[in-house]
């Protein structure tokens, strides 16, 4: 794929976008912030865990 291909082809997905609408950007944000709240809740469990299976080290980084 050529530079001048790929230009053409972003210029053409460029002229398909729109601007999100209030609520669109709105449930995006939520989806967001509930996913960095997963992958939180995740890491904090597995450092809980591997507290719980080694208390006698501390787990500092």
Do not use: C, D, N, Y
Not at 43 to 50: D, E, N, S, Y
């Amino acid at each position: 794929m050529g530079i001048k291909s790929w230009l053409t082809q972003a210029a053409r997905t460029l002229k398909l976008a729109v601007k999100p609408g209030r609520e669109e950007l709105w449930l995006s944000v939520k989806i967001s912030l509930l996913g960095i709240g997963a992958i939180g809740l995740i890491g904090f469990l597995i450092k809980m865990l591997a507290w719980a299976i080694s208390p006698g080290t501390t787990a500092t980084t």
